[in-house]
């Protein structure tokens, strides 16, 4: 089949927003072998370990420059008590996980754990409080318990389970999904508890909050629209202030439907076109509440925080149904490439991302096997990892012209080129994704606004858009340098069906 010819113009003197690195951010939470046997082995392992900490996963996750790690949930949060979690780890308390699989959850891995695991990455903290089961007293102390110094109660308690130092822990979350498993409440309801909440989520010894409130499920505006008006009435009373820094929504990718998610590795043409779509919605999505929250911030101090993002699907045969265990093929990493693309091209409201999970859960980055103690990189793991030049880099213009590069769906054509670009310490990054599942496209970059001397690129693109990294075939889908030849106006390469590249100029 013959390739399809684009041309892609990027503007490299034309400056727009900061990509903020937050928008790389990640999630863990105590579901299934995401915090068990993903991130923490237990100071008694035979697995190589630090403190606990699973060493060859905290090596990992470093080649991806993480930014944030959001904990303890998810649903998971509104159950938690993080007083449970704190003290000698032989008299913490044990609860049952009611979220994810009925399982007892001994508390083993809590607040101390978490910051010590967040160090180890260089990660910034982001804390989700409990709204749900828990108290604006509880939640309240768990910010001075972390972040103050001096003296008082919470930093006496601290002291007296070994931290001395209060930690730096910017990132809040009042709650999550209160419509849902959070509360099961109406907007208003939970928007009147947010402010509450905020008001004593305090900042203490320069540790600055950035209080997130938990958003709207997908397209419901209307969710976003009350928080936005709690926004509004606290900024036109005699003392203006930001109730919240910022508000969150959720959204993942399903190529089935949420009784019938489909296989995560045999999936046929049609399946995979419908999961394109399924991805590509989210740029609509994002700009609705965008459009919102415009309207009664037109300034934009209040940021949108998508902290729950990735693909689902149905739980690997033979494994716990609650555990939300997925491989992970050459099509999650396309989803993951398109969002990225959409994350910059909204950098200026969209401030955060958390694609769920880090490890063993959902779209992860990284899969550990309990038998062999195997660690696996997954294709959206090495998406992150070749896209994170973009990190805090400087976004600039770019256009795509490729008329024939569509998929006609049932759902209309889809673009089946997608493209973002950023600037940073003189070297110019475009980032490039080829959806079709049969034709190459053949890339005429123009680089406007810039003399590139050094030219290269890596292109993810296995056999097969069903390929997928195990424990047998760790390296099946792997980058590989992608063949970038000059030009008097940029530079020409062939990007591979259903691959994803990123090309340099410095």
Excluded at 13 to 34: K, M, N, Q, T
Excluded at 384 to 408: G, I, N, T, W
Aim: with cysteine; hydrophobic share 40%; net charge negative.
């Amino acid at each position: 089949m013959s390739p399809v010819q684009a041309t892609v113009i990027v503007n490299a003197d034309i400056p727009g927003p900061v990509i903020s690195r937050h928008l790389y951010g990640h999630f863990a939470e105590h579901l299934g072998r995401c915090i068990y046997g993903g991130f923490w082995v237990g100071e008694d392992s035979d697995v190589p370990h630090i403190g606990g900490i699973r060493r060859d996963v905290v090596e990992a996750l470093r080649e991806l420059a993480v930014p944030n790690l959001r904990w303890p949930g998810g649903c998971f949060a509104d159950e938690y008590h993080w007083r449970d979690g704190v003290g000698p780890r032989e008299q913490r308390p044990s609860m049952v996980n009611t979220n994810w699989g009925n399982v007892e959850e001994n508390n083993h891995f809590g607040s101390h754990e978490f910051m010590e695991l967040c160090d180890l990455l260089g990660a910034e903290p982001y804390v989700n409080g409990n709204v749900g089961t828990g108290t604006v007293r509880e939640m309240s102390e768990w910010v001075e318990y972390l972040t103050r110094e001096g003296s008082s109660p919470m930093v006496e308690l601290r002291r007296a389970n070994g931290r001395e130092q209060p930690w730096r822990v910017p990132f809040w979350g009042l709650g999550n999904e209160p419509w849902g498993g959070g509360g099961r409440m109406r907007a208003q309801t939970y928007a009147d508890l947010a402010r509450q909440y905020a008001l004593y989520c305090k900042d203490h010894n320069g540790n600055v909050l950035y209080r997130i409130a938990a958003g709207a499920s997908e397209d419901d505006v209307a969710w976003t629209e009350a928080l936005m008006r709690a926004v509004d009435e606290l900024g036109r009373g005699p003392f203006p202030a930001l109730p919240f820094e910022a508000i969150s929504v959720h959204y993942y990718t399903i190529g089935g439907t949420w009784t019938d998610k489909g296989s995560a590795t045999v999936f046929d043409d049609e399946g995979y076109w419908r999961t394109i779509a399924a991805a590509q919605h989210i740029e609509p999505l994002l700009r609705q509440h965008v459009a919102v929250m415009d309207r009664y911030d037109p300034q934009r101090r209040v940021g949108l925080v998508l902290d729950e993002w990735g693909t689902w699907w149905d739980v690997e045969p033979g494994t716990n149904p609650g555990f939300l265990y997925q491989q992970n093929t050459m099509r999650d990493a396309l989803v993951a490439s398109l969002h990225l693309d959409v994350f910059h091209r909204l950098a200026e409201r969209l401030t955060m991302a958390n694609i769920a999970q880090t490890v063993n859960v959902l779209q992860a980055m990284l899969l550990t096997d309990p038998e062999t103690g195997a660690l696996v990189r997954t294709p959206t793991f090495h998406v992150f990892e070749m896209s994170k030049v973009h990190q805090d880099a400087v976004r600039v213009p770019l256009h795509v012209r490729a008329p024939q590069a569509v998929h006609d769906g049932p759902s209309g054509e889809l673009p089946t080129v997608s493209a973002s670009a950023s600037v940073a310490g003189g070297s110019c990054h475009v980032s490039l994704t080829n959806t079709d599942l049969e034709r190459s496209v053949e890339v005429e970059l123009e680089l406007r606004g810039a003399a590139p001397t050094r030219l290269s690129g890596r292109v993810l693109a296995p056999g097969s858009v069903r390929a997928f990294n195990s424990a047998e075939h760790p390296e099946q889908v792997a980058p590989a340098p992608l063949e970038v030849v000059a030009t008097a106006t940029g530079c020409r390469f062939t990007l591979p069906p259903h691959s994803y590249a990123v090309v340099e100029a410095s």
